[in-house]
């Protein structure tokens, strides 16, 4: 979950100018000059130069030290770039895999996906396993039509491994200018093996939602929330009015695959749906809290189920705790990622960024979210594996269902049938809604 900030002025300047004075001297001192650590051949990727971005050094060591939520020495992040050499590595020291450099190319690539248009191939990746790893392709979009899935791996981008590298890396090997072509290789659990897929990039335009009336005759609805992307509060508003017109009873909300994005957005959505009171709460390195309160006007009343998976991340996790702890929403699904950090983006003066984690949140009950801890559902409801999605399919296939293999498009459809987790949020809401009515005609 990510805020986007700035900051300048002649204080910062004037201490990021009087370190570069003392950071010179030390890598005089020692010996150490700019260096090149290797070379590109053969489908490997030359090391970054070492000491080549001091200047950009001086302005991470500034934020670092004014900014990460737990007190860092500056003695031990010039320690750290004096024997690492690059930006990167000195970050490395703190142990927070959130708190990174991105390249100028990056950088950008992080801001367009906020703004949710890109030249790309439509997948959402996360780090998983230690591994970039697809979250969810995008409908109709290259990387869908190719077949990639959730939970496949991505290990090579054009040649190059991808093991160590940072998501905003990745993200932008696979970003580029529409028609052009990328080459990938997935390893996947199920079949499993390991393949190669060339894809033409396209523009990608990701809507934040996707919502219909999913059972016409109870009135229940459903909307899907892909990602926390600047419009998403008026993206959840307009479908859950569209649904209410249309005569909705119920809603379920779908927060599965869905990895996180602006902390403003989850502040945004949660009060579409919660009365008043509190959204969640911020802590920085000093302690103190701060609390987020609902923003906006409420937009339905009618029952809500959540529906959570191991992917559910960040600022989702945000809305399902804040829906969960007012009583708002029945959560379905399994545990949730873990993920109960802040990054805060910084804009660096080369074009390059820096997210830093800068507070950890709670949520409106004040529960902390780690790994250890996410966001558990009231009730808890395994997906099929794809094991069993293919035996569900087969039998489908009995009976004059399509023939083929498991999809990404079987492991997406809103399908009761292939989803247990949908069908069992069928359930509650329509027990609940008959509930609603025979309370409301009680004499």
């Given amino acids: ?80 770039y004096l024997s690492e050499g690059t930006v990167s590595g000195m970050l490395a020291v703190l142990g927070d895999p959130y708190t990174r450099y991105m390249n100028p190319k990056e950088f950008q690539t992080l801001k367009d996906d906020s703004a949710g248009i890109f030249g790309g191939i439509g997948i959402l990746v996360g780090i998983r396993d230690e591994q970039i790893t697809i979250i969810s392709p995008i409908e109709n979009t290259p990387g869908m039509r190719a077949g990639l899935m959730p939970g496949d791996h991505i290990v090579e981008i054009d040649g190059v491994s991808t093991e160590g590298m940072a998501v905003d890396g990745a993200v932008s090997m696979m970003r580029g200018e529409p028609g052009t072509k990328v080459t ?15 894809i033409v990039r396209d523009i990608i335009d990701a809507p934040a939602t996707r919502g219909y009336m999913v059972d016409e005759s109870s009135g229940i609805g459903y909307i899907e929330l892909r990602t926390f992307s600047q419009k998403a509060g008026h993206d959840i508003e307009t479908e859950v009015l569209s649904l209410a017109n249309q005569g909705m009873n119920g809603l379920i909300l779908d927060l599965r695959y869905n990895g996180g994005g602006l902390v403003t957005q989850a502040v945004e959505v949660a009060s579409k749906f919660v009365p008043s009171g509190a959204v969640m709460h911020v802590q920085g390195r000093d302690g103190q809290k701060k609390t987020l309160y609902t923003a906006g006007r409420r937009v339905t009343d009618v029952p809500i189920v959540v529906l959570v998976n191991e992917y559910t991340a960040s600022a989702s996790e945000i809305v399902s705790g804040a829906l969960q702890d007012t009583k708002v929403a029945t959560v379905v699904g399994v545990p949730t990622f873990g993920k109960g950090l802040v990054q805060t983006l910084f804009p660096l003066s080369d074009g390059s960024g820096l997210a830093v984690t800068t507070q950890i949140y709670l949520t409106a009950g004040e529960r902390a979210i780690t790994p250890d801890s996410p966001i558990k559902p009231d009730v808890e409801v395994q997906a099929l594996t794809p094991e069993e999605l293919e035996k569900v399919k087969n039998e489908q296939a009995k009976r004059g269902g399509p023939v083929g293999p498991v999809t990404a498009e079987d492991l997406l459809r809103i399908d009761p049938a292939l989803d247990p987790q949908l069908r069992r949020a069928l359930e509650i809401l329509t027990d609940q809604i008959e509930s609603r009515g025979a309370g409301r005609n009680a004499a």
Avoid at 17 to 28: C, F, R, S, T, Y
Avoid at 184 to 197: C, D, L, S
């Fill in 184 to 198: 990938i290789v997935v390893e996947r659990r199920y079949p499993a093996g390991r393949f190669t897929v060339e």
């Fill in 1 to 80: 979950m990510a805020e986007d900030r700035r900051r300048g002025g002649p204080g910062r300047f004037g201490w990021v100018a009087a370190l570069g004075v003392l950071l010179a001297l030390l890598v005089a001192f020692a010996g150490l000059a700019p260096t090149v650590d290797g070379v590109q051949s053969g489908g490997e990727v030359a090391a970054p130069p070492k000491f080549r971005d001091v200047k950009t050094a001086l302005e991470a060591m500034y934020l670092v030290k004014g900014e990460f939520y737990r007190p860092v020495s500056l003695s031990t992040l010039v320690r750290a």
